[in-house]
């Protein structure tokens, strides 16, 4: 079996199992595509044990660091009006994004990027039901929380990416 194929099939059956992970036994737990956007960002970065390594820690850094953010926005420690104050405490968070870009395991620029837009874009989208959405649970210690749910599903999306190389190696022998 070519390379490609056994990549293209290890992906197929081991992306059916995490959708239905995600969708099924673990839901509410994990984000079924932020997992996949992990298992890109590993095999865009290398599709090895270092490519592991920086895609979780981007990912969850960036995660992180989006999670700051979004408590800046809710907070507006600067009392800011309108726009300006959601552009200041973004600009200010993403140049934490790149800044840190000399440490080898945050080197991966896309990697911290992915981890800090998962994590804006869930909190951002998601409604609320009650008063009660990702927004109201930032401080939560436990998957409500925005960061955590995200953390969680990369670094599970990452490993799944790991196996579906490992499982295509298999193959193609």
Do not use: E, R
């Not at 056994?6 to 994990?30: Q, T, Y």
């Not at 907070?75 to 870009?101: K, R």
Request: with cysteine; net charge positive.
């Amino acid at each position: 079996m070519s390379k490609l194929t056994a990549l293209a099939l290890s992906i197929a059956v081991l992306g059916g199992f995490w959708a239905f992970l995600a969708l099924g036994p673990l839901a509410g737990s994990v984000l079924v595509w932020a997992g996949f956007l992990a298992w890109g960002c590993y095999f865009h970065t290398g599709g090895d044990n270092a490519a592991l390594q920086k895609t979780i820690v981007g990912m969850v850094y960036g995660a992180v660091i989006a999670g700051i953010a979004l408590s800046l926005v809710v907070a507006n420690p600067l009392g800011l009006t309108g726009a300006v104050g959601p552009a200041v405490y973004v600009g200010a968070t993403v140049f934490l994004l790149v800044i840190v870009a000399g440490q080898s395991l945050l080197s991966v620029v896309p990697a911290n990027v992915y981890g800090y837009a998962a994590t804006a874009a869930y909190a951002l989208q998601t409604p609320t039901v009650d008063g009660v959405g990702p927004l109201a649970s930032l401080t939560a210690v436990n998957l409500t929380n925005p960061v955590l749910l995200v953390a969680l599903s990369v670094v599970l999306g990452a490993i799944f990416g790991l196996a579906s190389g490992k499982l295509a190696g298999v193959l193609a022998k």
